[in-house]
């Protein structure tokens, strides 16, 4: 009998907030150095135990006077002093003060018990042992008394409070040397998956193995919130090992965090250990990303089991378990902030469950916010990192529409949108012209991306590639319908080309090309693997385009020729994807460009030139980033 299990009843987000906010993950106080305080959480007030400052101090450089003796003086009628000594910081004074003295004095220094003001050196003269003094001054004017900045048995500061470089001031003022704080919570941090290889070991592809993301990307955001992550090494789905693991992180941490094998299926197991060794007191969530969290105790301490895909994983840590880790450590909500825009694009939405929609931003033509999906799956590291925040949509929401109003929950409270979005076709050369613009955001999801981006009034710039930068640049349609593929010129916008260049496209094959493909005849006619790019590449249509003319000339179909490559259906994302497939001996020939295989010691078989254009809307033109892109282009080789 099949060991499967379903997700039926999924809990709200409220229940999982409420159910963490239950778990004892109270880590209590220690002690720590003053030089070690800074971002720690006050545990207990701490009294001022002395006087700051505990002296009569001279805020100023002049000299220390008898107010009486000032007495009318001004700059046609100075004072006359005697100068009889002179106190400087960190001095004991040594003179005292009779009517008509003064001594000379610096800023810090002790005031002789018999003077109760200071004269700024600026209004003073002194020759021959006198000082003409040019003002005036009241009793106690410039001089900062015993206990002014804080007094003996004051409160100077309270439980709770985030020691900053300000307070840890104080504290030193004080001469606190040893500091009660809240002790961070230990988080304990366990990646599961048979599939996961730590960063920096080699990956067997083929075995379908992935660098471990979630570890350490976990442990940096519990570090962030305020936790002391204590990471262990990664376990596979076996169930021995992992209860082992997770067994001795429950005796040593405050709470457990594992990421993967929460999902309702045989081969998990994190829910089987949590039922033997605690409680189960929730599973399933009405959120997305991340319905298959979990949450319960082992062995008392309080455990919360992460998909294993890292958006979702960084979504529920960020968006539900950071802010308890926060709580327990004593620091106060994150800052957060939110912004107002209007949706780019129709973004669907599934019923029934909470979304939270990764989103970027840009700035249109008038300055207004723009929030556009980023979303390529639970699975895609870059999903997050190409995101400025996400767009919550509730589970009643079918769809958010073009230009609907949104309030987006910025990652950062500094967020803010990059100088200049480029959505297109990925490439060298814009690339090296990129790392010379401040702040800017390189969607390279391909040429055809790019035109859509375009025409929906999303990117500032796009890289075309293929036909695409043949219909720009040629003018053989009008502007906007090169670019929209239709006839409707009035829906679409005018662009301004930046700059364009060539490249050879064609066939990586090995070094030596032991196969011996001499063109594209070689991929119908031969029996060899090929690699593809994705539909929204040019080289893509470069390669479809080609296909097109060889079916002319043989008088078959193009799908007649595609059913014939073997691997024409394998398609890649990026650029030098199919060249690593044909270096890693996956596969037989890749397409690919000749500065591809160059950069990777392979061979190549031109099939023709591409070329690439780089194109702005021309109501996004004037921004400062667009035209940092084009100077840069200009001067990149």
Same mark, same amino acid.
């Given at each position: ?247 001795? %992180? ?29 409680? &189960? ?59 107002? %825009? &209007? ?189 593809? &790019? ?11 385009? %080609?296909?097109?003319?060889? %079916? ?86």
């Amino acid at each position: 009998m099949s060991d499967h299990r379903e997700f039926r009843d999924l809990a709200t987000p409220e229940t999982l907030r409420e159910t963490l906010a239950d778990l004892d993950v109270d880590a209590g106080s220690e002690t720590v150095g003053l030089d070690d305080a800074r971002g720690r959480v006050l545990a207990e007030r701490v009294d001022a135990g002395i006087d700051v400052p505990g002296f009569d101090r001279a805020a100023m450089d002049g000299y220390a006077v008898r107010a009486a003796d000032t007495f009318g003086a001004s700059e046609t009628d100075p004072a006359t002093l005697d100068v009889v000594g002179a106190v400087h910081a960190g001095e004991r004074p040594a003179v005292s003060l009779e009517s008509g003295d003064a001594v000379e004095i610096s800023t810090g220094a002790v005031v002789p018990g018999t003077a109760d003001a200071v004269v700024m050196v600026e209004r003073t003269s002194e020759t021959d042992g006198q000082v003409a003094v040019r003002t005036a001054v009241a009793p106690g004017e410039h001089v900062m008394a015993a206990g002014a900045d804080i007094a003996a048995g004051q409160r100077a500061l309270g439980p709770g409070t985030l020691l900053t470089p300000r307070e840890v001031g104080l504290l030193s003022a004080l001469g606190v040397a040893d500091v009660p704080v809240r002790a961070r919570p230990r988080v304990a941090v366990v990646s599961t998956g048979d599939e996961l290889v730590p960063p920096g070991d080699d990956l067997d592809h083929g075995a379908g193995e992935i660098h471990d993301v979630n570890t350490h990307a976990i442990a940096a955001g519990v570090r962030e919130a305020g936790g002391d992550p204590v990471v262990y090494e990664h376990v596979g789905d076996d169930r021995a090992a992992m209860t082992e693991t997770i067994e001795t %992180a429950a005796s040593e941490c405050d709470i457990v965090l594992t990421s993967g094998s929460t999902s309702a299926s045989a081969m998990d197991v994190v829910y089987r250990v949590v039922e033997d060794r605690g409680e &189960r007191l929730l599973h399933g969530v009405a959120v997305k990303p991340g319905k298959p969290t979990l949450v319960g105790t082992i062995d008392g301490t309080a455990y919360v089991g992460l998909p294993g895909y890292p958006v979702s994983a960084l979504s529920i840590f960020r968006t539900f378990v950071a802010p308890r880790i926060r709580e327990a450590a004593g620091r106060p909500p994150a800052r957060t902030a939110t912004v107002d %825009a &209007r949706m780019a694009t129709r973004e669907r939405s599934e019923e029934g469950r909470l979304r939270l929609v990764p989103v970027g931003l840009v700035a249109d033509g008038d300055g207004d916010l723009l929030a556009y999906p980023v979303d390529k799956g639970s699975g895609a590291t870059t999903t997050l990192t190409a995101a400025d925040g996400v767009v919550p949509v509730d589970p009643d929401t079918n769809y958010v529409d073009a230009g609907e109003a949104v309030t987006v929950s910025l990652f950062s409270a500094n967020g803010r949108p990059p100088r200049v979005l480029v959505v297109g076709e990925d490439d060298p050369t814009l690339s090296r012209a990129l790392d010379a613009v401040a702040d800017p955001r390189y969607l390279a999801s391909g040429s055809r991306a790019g035109r859509r981006s375009l025409r929906d009034d999303v990117a500032d710039v796009a890289a075309l590639a293929g036909p695409d930068a043949d219909e720009a640049l040629t003018g053989v349609r009008d502007a906007d319908e090169a670019l929209a593929g239709d006839s409707d010129a009035e829906t679409d916008r005018e662009r301004d080309v930046l700059a364009f260049w060539d490249r050879d496209w064609g066939l990586v094959v090995p070094a030596g090309n032991p196969v011996g493909v001499d063109g594209l005849a070689a991929l119908v006619d031969d029996d060899v693997s090929f690699a593809n &790019r994705d539909a929204e590449s040019g080289l893509r249509a470069r390669l479809d385009a %080609a296909l097109d003319a060889l %079916a002319a000339e043989r008088d078959v179909s193009r799908d007649d020729l595609v059913d014939a490559i073997r691997g024409y259906e394998l398609e890649t994302g990026g650029p030098e994807s199919p060249a690593r497939r044909v270096a890693d001996g996956i596969v037989d020939v890749g397409l690919g460009s000749r500065g591809t295989a160059d950069r990777l010691g392979l061979g190549f078989v031109p099939l023709g030139t591409d070329r690439v254009a780089v194109v702005a809307a021309s109501d996004r033109a004037h921004k400062p980033g667009v035209a940092d892109l084009e100077r840069a282009l200009d001067a990149t080789d």
